[in-house]
C-alpha cells in the first residue's frame, strides 16, 4: 500500500536557527518549552491554530494521580494496564504512575487553580475504570482549559518564542538521516500557506495530538488530522497501535449525521453517580462489566454500539437527575452550559448521548523521553505511542502522561542536544486533494467504528487507494496538508485493524470477537524509500521480561 512519502513543499525564503523545535501548543507542548527554557535552551513553539488552541484545552476530566490516603501507586498501575488490555508497557506505566504527582505540584508551583477540599488539598474524584479516587480537577469540568492557561502563562513569562498559525509541512534531515528542523509556513485566512521557510534547530519535538478528526464525529478539535503522525512517518519513524482510537461513550448527540467536533460529556459525570439508560429508562450497563457505568471507556462504548444496532437507535441517554441540580451546576458549570445550548437541561431531563472518536491511542512510537526511532526527533503526548495507553486509555490518564513525557523529554535535550549536519536538498513530493477528506471520513465512520469487520475493512482499504492526488502545478495549501495527514492516518488504521484478527481495548471485530492470547503484540508500522507501508509486529514489553 503506498502513502505520501513527501509533501511537494513550497520554496523556502528564510532560514531561522534555534536549539529546539517544539510543534503544538497543548499540555505536552508546553511543557516541554517551558522547561526547556527553564533549563536554558532556546526554543521556538509552532502552532496551527491560536496559541493553546489543542485539545487540552477542550479537557474536562481531570488528570489521574495517585495522591489519596486510600490510595497506592500499585492500584493505579493495575488500573492502567487492565484497562490497557493487555498491550501496556509496563515499564512505562510505572514511570508515569511514579512521576505523576511531581508533574501535578508543579502544576501547582506554576499557578494551577486546581480544585481544593476543605484541607485545601485537591479534591479527588473517580472515573471509568479507576479503583480509588485520584482525578484531580480544575474549575469543575475546565481542567484542560486551566493546565493550557497556567503553561501558557508561564511560557509567556519566559519569553519563549511562539509562531501561531504556523504549519509544520516535512522534516529536514541530513545525509545521515537525522532531523535538522522543520519546513515551516504561515496560514493565511484562505488556507494558503505564504512565507514559507527553514527552521533549523538541533531536536524537533512533536506535541501535535492524535488523529481524531479521521472520523466524521468526534470529540476533538478541528486540527488533531493526525499531521505530526504524518510527518514523523516521512521522517523514517515507525508508528504504532494506530488501531487503537478511543471512542468516548458519552458524546452529546445533536441529531442525525452530525459531523466535526462534538461536545463531550465528562465521566466524571458517572463518576459522580449518573447512569445510562435506554429510551424506556432502562439501565444499560450492568451485567455488561462488574463496574457497571464505570467500566473501562472501550467497554461502556462497545455496549453501547452493540445496544444501538440491535434496537436501530442511533443513541441513549445519561441520566444525572438524582445528583441534583445545585451539585450539577457547581460540579459541572461547562457540560450544562453545553447541554443547555443543545435544548437539554441536564438537571431535569435525560441527555442523549453516543460513543464517538476521542482519543488516539496508538501514533508515533518513542519512549517516555521521546525519543522516536529517527536520530534529532521527539514525540510527546497524543501524538506519541509509549505504551502507557496499550489498547484503551485509562480515563485521564492523557494530560498526566504528556506532562510527564514533557518533563523527561526536556530534562533529555537539556542535558545533551548534538547538533546534526546540513539539511539534504530535496525535489518532488506528493499531496492528496482536499476534495478527498470527506470521502476519506466518511468511509473510516462507517467501516472501522467502535464495531469492525474484516469485510468493511477491506473496504475501506478499497475506498483509500481510489482518492485523487493534488493535481500538478496547484499549490500545497494547509486542506491539502491536513487531508494527506487523514489519509495516512486512516491507510494505517485500516491496515492495522485487518491485520489484527481478534477483538482487544478499543479494536472490536464482530467477526473476531475475542481476545487471542497470541495477539499480545503491536503492530508497527514504517514507510520504505518508495512510500510503500511495511509492518511487523513487536512483543509487548513486561516488567518480567525487563528484568529477566
Known amino acids: 500500500?503506498?502513502?505520501?512519502?513527501?509533501?511537494?513543499?513550497?520554496?523556502?525564503?528564510?532560514?531561522?536557527?534555534?536549539?529546539?523545535?517544539?510543534?503544538?501548543?497543548?499540555?505536552?507542548?508546553?511543557?516541554?518549552?517551558?522547561?526547556?527554557?527553564?533549563?536554558?535552551?532556546?526554543?521556538?513553539?509552532?502552532?496551527?491554530?491560536?496559541?493553546?488552541?489543542?485539545?487540552?484545552?477542550?479537557?474536562?476530566?481531570?488528570?489521574?494521580?495517585?495522591?489519596?490516603?486510600?490510595?497506592?501507586?500499585?492500584?493505579?498501575?493495575?488500573?492502567?494496564?487492565?484497562?490497557?488490555?493487555?498491550?501496556?508497557?509496563?515499564?512505562?506505566?510505572?514511570?508515569?504512575?511514579?512521576?505523576?504527582?511531581?508533574?501535578?505540584?508543579?502544576?501547582?508551583?506554576?499557578?494551577?487553580?486546581?480544585?481544593?477540599?476543605?484541607?485545601?488539598?485537591?479534591?479527588?474524584?473517580?472515573?471509568?475504570?479507576?479503583?480509588?479516587?485520584?482525578?484531580?480537577?480544575?474549575?469543575?469540568?475546565?481542567?484542560?482549559?486551566?493546565?493550557?492557561?497556567?503553561?501558557?502563562?508561564?511560557?509567556?513569562?519566559?519569553?519563549?518564542?511562539?509562531?501561531?498559525?504556523?504549519?509544520?509541512?516535512?522534516?529536514?534531515?541530513?545525509?545521515?538521516?537525522?532531523?535538522?528542523?522543520?519546513?515551516v509556513a504561515r496560514i493565511g485566512d484562505d488556507g494558503s500557506l505564504l512565507d514559507a521557510g527553514d527552521l533549523r534547530a538541533r531536536a524537533?519535538?512533536?506535541?501535535?495530538?492524535?488523529?481524531?478528526?479521521?472520523?466524521?464525529?468526534?470529540?476533538?478539535?478541528?486540527?488533531?488530522?493526525?499531521?505530526?503522525?504524518?510527518?514523523?512517518?516521512?521522517?523514517?519513524?515507525?508508528?504504532?497501535?494506530?488501531?487503537?482510537?478511543?471512542?468516548?461513550?458519552?458524546?452529546?448527540?445533536?441529531?442525525?449525521?452530525?459531523?466535526?467536533?462534538?461536545?463531550?460529556?465528562?465521566?466524571?459525570?458517572?463518576?459522580?453517580?449518573?447512569?445510562?439508560?435506554?429510551?424506556?429508562?432502562?439501565?444499560?450497563?450492568?451485567?455488561?462489566?462488574?463496574?457497571?457505568?464505570?467500566?473501562?471507556?472501550?467497554?461502556?462504548?462497545?455496549?453501547?454500539?452493540?445496544?444501538?444496532?440491535?434496537?436501530?437507535?442511533?443513541?441513549?441517554?445519561?441520566?444525572?437527575?438524582?445528583?441534583?441540580?445545585?451539585?450539577?451546576?457547581?460540579?459541572?458549570?461547562?457540560?450544562?452550559?453545553?447541554?443547555?445550548?443543545?435544548?437539554?437541561?441536564m438537571t431535569r431531563e435525560l441527555v442523549p448521548v453516543t460513543p464517538a472518536a476521542h482519543y488516539s491511542c496508538g501514533g508515533v512510537v518513542a519512549d517516555l523521553d521521546g525519543r522516536t526511532a529517527v536520530p534529532g526527533l521527539f514525540a510527546v503526548g497524543e501524538v506519541a505511542c509509549t505504551g502507557v495507553q496499550g489498547a484503551n486509555r485509562l480515563a485521564s490518564n492523557s494530560i498526566t502522561e504528556g506532562l510527564v513525557a514533557a518533563r523527561r523529554c526536556a530534562a533529555l535535550l537539556a542535558a545533551d542536544l548534538p547538533a546534526g549536519g546540513e539539511p539534504v536538498a530535496r525535489a518532488g513530493g506528493d499531496a492528496i486533494d482536499p476534495s478527498a477528506r470527506t470521502t476519506v471520513t466518511s468511509a473510516t465512520t462507517r467501516d472501522a467504528g467502535v464495531l469492525r469487520d474484516g469485510d468493511g475493512l477491506a473496504r475501506l482499504a478499497r475506498v483509500l487507494t481510489t482518492v485523487p492526488r493534488l493535481a500538478a502545478g496547484r499549490p500545497l495549501d494547509l486542506a491539502a496538508v491536513e487531508t494527506t495527514a487523514l489519509h495516512t492516518a486512516a491507510t494505517l488504521l485500516a491496515a492495522a485493524a485487518a491485520s489484527r484478527p481478534e477483538s482487544r481495548g478499543c479494536h472490536r471485530r464482530t467477526d473476531a470477537p475475542v481476545s487471542s492470547p497470541d495477539w499480545r503484540a503491536r503492530l508497527v508500522h514504517r514507510l520504505d524509500g518508495a512510500g510503500r507501508l511495511q509492518t511487523r509486529t513487536e512483543p509487548v514489553r513486561d516488567l518480567d521480561l525487563v528484568v529477566a
Open 1 to 183: 500500500m503506498t502513502l505520501v512519502a513527501a509533501l511537494p513543499l513550497p520554496p523556502a525564503g528564510w532560514t531561522r536557527t534555534t536549539d529546539v523545535i517544539v510543534v503544538g501548543s497543548g499540555a505536552a507542548g508546553l511543557m516541554t518549552a517551558v522547561a526547556l527554557a527553564d533549563a536554558g535552551r532556546a526554543v521556538t513553539v509552532v502552532t496551527k491554530g491560536a496559541f493553546g488552541n489543542g485539545s487540552t484545552a477542550w479537557a474536562q476530566g481531570g488528570l489521574a494521580a495517585v495522591l489519596g490516603p486510600d490510595d497506592d501507586p500499585e492500584l493505579h498501575v493495575q488500573d492502567t494496564l487492565v484497562a490497557g488490555a493487555g498491550l501496556c508497557d509496563e515499564v512505562a506505566v510505572r514511570t508515569l504512575v511514579a512521576e505523576a504527582p511531581a508533574a501535578i505540584a508543579l502544576l501547582q508551583e506554576l499557578g494551577a487553580r486546581l480544585d481544593l477540599d476543605v484541607h485545601g488539598r485537591p479534591a479527588l474524584t473517580r472515573e471509568g475504570g479507576h479503583s480509588r479516587d485520584r482525578i484531580v480537577h480544575a474549575g469543575g469540568d475546565a481542567s484542560g482549559a486551566e493546565v493550557t492557561r497556567t503553561l501558557g502563562d508561564a511560557l509567556r513569562a519566559r519569553g519563549v518564542d511562539v509562531l501561531e498559525r504556523t504549519v509544520a509541512l516535512d522534516a529536514l534531515r541530513d545525509s545521515g538521516g537525522r532531523v535538522v528542523g522543520l519546513r
Open 204 to 345: 524537533t519535538v512533536l506535541a501535535t495530538g492524535g488523529y481524531g478528526q479521521v472520523y466524521a464525529a468526534t470529540s476533538t478539535p478541528d486540527g488533531a488530522t493526525g499531521d505530526g503522525l504524518a510527518l514523523a512517518l516521512r521522517a523514517g519513524a515507525e508508528v504504532a497501535d494506530v488501531e487503537m482510537v478511543q471512542f468516548h461513550p458519552t458524546v452529546l448527540w445533536t441529531g442525525p449525521g452530525a459531523a466535526g467536533q462534538q461536545a463531550l460529556i465528562s465521566e466524571a459525570v458517572r463518576g459522580e453517580g449518573a447512569v445510562l439508560v435506554d429510551r424506556a429508562g432502562r439501565r444499560i450497563m450492568p451485567g455488561a462489566h462488574p463496574l457497571a457505568d464505570l467500566a473501562p471507556r472501550d467497554v461502556v462504548s462497545a455496549t453501547i454500539a452493540a445496544h444501538l444496532r440491535a434496537t436501530g437507535e442511533d443513541h441513549v441517554f445519561l441520566d444525572a437527575t438524582h445528583l441534583g441540580a445545585d451539585h450539577l451546576r457547581r460540579r459541572f458549570p461547562g457540560i450544562l452550559r453545553a447541554c443547555r445550548d443543545a435544548g437539554v437541561d
